[in-house]
């Protein structure tokens, strides 16, 4: 049974969702910043502008650090919406469960720039934290929807650049299939109160262009997952993502590559994101200590 916390947050969004208002790229962008405005940085956190290989990134540090580990964390958007603003709060709430550092680049966003920019992005800033001095074993990757499906991508990337991969990676309700073939997008649709099923395809068309949606950079779950560090997939059960999760965990699984799936039932895309729900605190608390056991 859902908090009623919880419950308030769903009815709200079933009832965004059923006024249509989201119908343009520009149109989600102002509501992820929305979004935003409602869930506040958390006390204890302090942030700095910086730059990751050129690129615009925010560093956000819990100011009585447990540990020197540091998080590099992708954010979602369906690769075209999301930012710095939109997913400073989400980071900052783990940085300060875990007591650790996290940087949060902003990565080129379709349509203005497709695919491979987020993935070539992302493979810049890992690389410049590696050239910084961060030690790839005390340094963790993580990211959400399409940032979790693109937290995935970067592990097999890394591994076809020969780089040193990290230690563990965080996954929120990741986008791994831009073929659009879960079955859950059919079956969890009414059940959903955030994502529409029908955004899916112009969604992933609108980040591939003439890309072939199979690639495993753009489609993760397709890819050699082998040899891929310790993942933490956390997905909510009455979202229309959730087939690409539990494929995700049930291939990293097979292939021997550690994976811990939990499951919220009656939750949906990204909760943890949404600040004041025990929900959204239980998973906090999830993440932080998954982190602090690779550390200690």
């Known amino acids: 049974m859902l908090s009623a916390e919880a419950q308030g947050i769903k009815d709200l969004l079933f009832s965004f969702k059923s006024s249509g208002a989201v119908t343009t790229v520009e149109d989600q962008r102002m509501a992820l910043e929305a979004l935003a405005a409602l869930s506040p940085m958390p006390a204890g956190v302090h942030t700095e502008m910086v730059t990751l290989g050129g690129m615009r990134a925010e560093l956000i540090r819990a100011q009585v650090p447990r540990s020197e580990m540091t998080l590099l964390y992708l954010h979602g958007g369906a690769y075209s919406a999301g930012s710095i603003n939109t997913h400073r709060s989400l980071v900052g709430r783990i940085s300060v469960a875990a007591g650790i550092q996290a940087y949060l680049p902003e990565y080129r966003l379709a349509p203005e720039h497709p695919f491979p920019a987020a993935i070539d992005d992302a493979v810049v800033a890992y690389k410049s934290l590696l050239d910084a001095g961060i030690d790839p074993a005390r340094l963790f990757v993580g990211g ?83 040899s891929l560090p310790s993942a933490l997939i956390l997905v909510g059960g009455d979202e229309i993502l959730l087939d690409d999760s539990l494929r995700l965990n049930k291939a990293l699984v097979e292939v021997g590559s550690p994976s811990r799936l939990l499951v919220a039932e009656g939750m949906w895309h990204v909760y943890p994101a949404f600040p004041d729900m025990p929900e959204a605190d239980q998973a906090i608390e999830e993440i932080a200590r998954f982190l602090e056991e690779a550390a200690s």
């Open 144 to 226: 959400d929807s399409a940032g979790g499906g693109l937290a995935v991508a970067l592990m097999l990337e890394l591994k076809e650049l020969r780089l040193p991969l990290p230690l563990r990676i965080v996954l929120l309700s990741p986008w791994t299939d831009l073929t659009g073939s879960g079955s859950s997008i059919v079956e969890r649709a009414e059940a959903d109160p955030w994502l529409e099923a029908e955004s899916l395809r112009p969604a992933a068309l609108a980040y591939l262009g003439e890309a072939d949606p199979t690639n495993p950079l753009a489609s993760p779950l397709f890819g050699d997952l082998a």
